[in-house]
């Protein structure tokens, strides 16, 4: 477990400080993450990468010439918000578009999504690409809904080395989804991670056995089997990962083969190198050559014990960009000539708008949520373990940590809006906005969006009354469903969400009394969230392990529930 730690709900953060400051000549501090120190040519294409931190050496790591421009790092386990992907972004831009570029995961999909609306509505072409290389998380056949692990690295070496060629636009993002199409990778875990200031690892495997398909935040394999030799685990990847060589490798004759043996934290180099001996050999044997292998720790997950093996197989474009120079604080190949650096100024933390007053009775009104997040806060916390534990089953465990997060950030904001005058939906937004850059992930990204399309419905002139109120929590179920595309009986927050809102407006157009309507919406929502333990999740994160999750609901239609149950009082 991670032992040197301050505040845990600062490591992240922290981590990040210690690394620009060790790195100051090659890396420079932004919102939101870290650019290059170095100039990078006008008109070039911008390549920025990013996701939760605990992977060092993704993603801050590979930020140099021949790579990445910059890296967008959110919380532990948790993707950075769309307010930092655009910061980080914005600050990379040389005039040939950017690229945004992650591993499939829900709540980066959110995010580096929603910044690139924003990036775009600024006039900036943006293009977002997914790294989709774990073979356990879902079949060949829906190749585009794998998670990312260690293939991040060879997608955003043969994408940088692309745009330090001059390579236009549209010819990085061909070459990036080439090569995200030719990867492929698959680990093995002996031990569960565990999170700073936590006192049990997110998941535990019994002495003498493995588990197989294991994801990066956490999240358990796909299935378990008896600890085997390290030669057998070699095989097992080896033989699994060749099993998707793709046609057009084998057709054209293709013997060329990028080879990574990942460390996940804990299982250190030697271990490494004594499975890289038999990938090596198995390798030989079915006539591939690797080139310019790679064995060490590139994407960790914390204190994971496991590794993980992947294969990028290579043509003369896909070989000539990956064994092209790169030089990064933790990534470094052949010879890059030096670059001028940056002259511009860099501001790491931009003040927001000013805020412009509101109307009284919105401002009283406004006075009233802040008390409202101030609860949202408190439930949260004396919940937050049994989130966690909920999330773990199928999921990584963070849920109750990212809410907390999350809860605290967007009752400090909303205080401070308040406080300079914003009426209601100023200050539920300045709310949303702190509640997704602090969060993270798709929790992050839903309550951010909830609190700001229901603020939006409450406006900053006029008190709430019902039919706001009623309009609100529609708008902000509309707003989840948008942006994350979940629906009924995908086991998600939209399964208590949605009974919550039909219910409140049904029952404020029969003439209740708010409050009466408040707890009526919020036992719906309880109920709901209660039979998500029913069927297995057919989206985000957990859906990969779908069944094991059946017998228990689902923790953010939980976390949903236990808000607006506290928050029933406050509606009256």
């Known amino acids: 477990m991670t032992v040197v730690c301050n505040d845990p709900s600062a490591f992240a953060d922290e981590a990040l400080e210690g690394f620009a400051a060790a790195h100051a000549g090659r890396v420079r501090r932004v919102r939101g993450g870290v650019v290059r120190a170095s100039a990078t040519p006008p008109g070039r294409v911008a390549l920025v990468v990013g996701g939760g931190s605990g992977h060092y050496p993704a993603f801050a790591g590979w930020v140099g010439p021949g790579l990445a421009h910059g890296a967008a790092c959110g919380n532990l386990f948790a993707s950075p918000s769309a307010a930092q992907v655009a910061s980080v972004a914005r600050a990379c831009e040389a005039g040939g578009g950017v690229i945004l570029s992650f591993g499939n995961y829900a709540g980066d999909v959110l995010h580096f999504g929603q910044a690139a609306v924003r990036l775009r509505a600024e006039g900036l072409d943006v293009r977002v690409l997914t790294v989709t290389d774990d073979i356990a998380s879902a079949p060949p056949e829906d190749h585009g809904a794998r998670r990312g692990i260690a293939g991040d690295l060879p997608v955003f070496k043969i994408m940088g080395a692309a745009a330090e060629h001059g390579l236009d636009i549209d010819e990085v993002e061909r070459v990036g989804r080439r090569a995200v199409a030719a990867t492929r990778s698959l680990g093995v875990a002996f031990g569960g991670c565990t999170l700073p200031g936590a006192a049990e690892p997110l998941f535990t495997i019994e002495p003498g056995r493995m588990a197989i398909g294991l994801g990066i935040h956490g999240e358990p394999g796909i299935e378990e089997r008896e600890l085997a030799s390290a030669d057998a685990v070699a095989d097992l990847l080896v033989d699994r990962l060749l099993g998707e060589r793709p046609?057009?490798?084998?057709?054209?004759?293709?013997?060329?083969?990028?080879?990574?043996?990942?460390?996940?934290?804990?299982?250190?180099?030697?271990?490494?190198?004594?499975?890289?001996?038999?990938?090596?050999?198995?390798?030989?044997?079915?006539?591939?050559?690797?080139?310019?292998?790679?064995?060490?720790?590139?994407?960790?997950?914390?204190d994971m014990a496991g590794l993980s093996l992947t294969l990028t197989f290579l043509d003369d474009e896909l070989a000539e960009l990956w064994e092209a120079p790169a030089d990064s604080p933790a990534y470094r190949k052949g010879l890059v000539e030096p670059r001028p650096a940056r002259a511009d100024d860099l501001d790491a933390s931009a003040a927001p708008p000013a805020i412009a007053a509101g109307a009284e009775p919105s401002r009283t009104a406004a006075r009233r949520l802040v008390t409202a997040l101030e609860t949202v806060t408190d439930v949260i916390a004396a919940h937050e373990e049994e989130l966690g534990r909920l999330d773990a089953v199928a999921g990584d465990g963070d849920h109750g940590i990212g809410m907390r997060r999350g809860a605290e950030a967007a009752a400090t904001a909303g205080a401070e809006a308040a406080a300079a005058g914003a009426g209601a939906m100023t200050t539920l937004v300045r709310a949303g906005e702190a509640w997704a850059e602090r969060a993270g992930?798709?929790?992050?990204?839903?309550?951010?969006?909830?609190?700001?399309?229901?603020?939006?419905?409450?406006?900053?002139?006029?008190?709430?009354?019902?039919?706001?109120?009623?309009?609100?929590?529609?708008?902000?179920?509309?707003?989840?469903?948008?942006?994350?595309?979940?629906?009924?009986?995908?086991?998600?927050?939209?399964?208590?969400?949605l009974p919550f809102a039909e219910t409140l407006a049904k029952a404020l157009e029969e003439g209740e009394p708010a409050g009466r309507a408040g707890a009526l919406a919020a036992r719906a929502a309880k109920r709901a969230a209660d039979a998500t333990a029913d069927f297995p999740a057919r989206l985000g994160r957990a859906r990969v392990h779908g069944e094991r999750g059946i017998g228990t609901p689902d923790a953010g239609a939980v976390s949903f529930a236990l808000i607006v149950t506290a928050l029933s009082e406050e509606f009256e």
Request: a negative charge.
């Open 247 to 302: 046609a057009w490798h084998v057709g054209y004759g293709e013997d060329r083969v990028a080879v990574l043996v990942n460390g996940l934290g804990e299982t250190k180099y030697e271990e490494l190198y004594v499975v890289h001996r038999r990938v090596a050999a198995r390798l030989a044997e079915h006539g591939l050559r690797p080139v310019d292998p790679e064995v060490g720790e590139l994407v960790t997950s914390l």
């Open 441 to 497: 992930g798709t929790s992050g990204a839903l309550w951010g969006a909830m609190l700001t399309a229901f603020g939006a419905a409450l406006g900053d002139e006029t008190a709430p009354d019902a039919g706001r109120l009623a309009a609100g929590a529609r708008a902000a179920v509309d707003a989840v469903t948008e942006l994350g595309g979940a629906r009924p009986g995908d086991k998600t927050l939209v399964d208590a969400a």
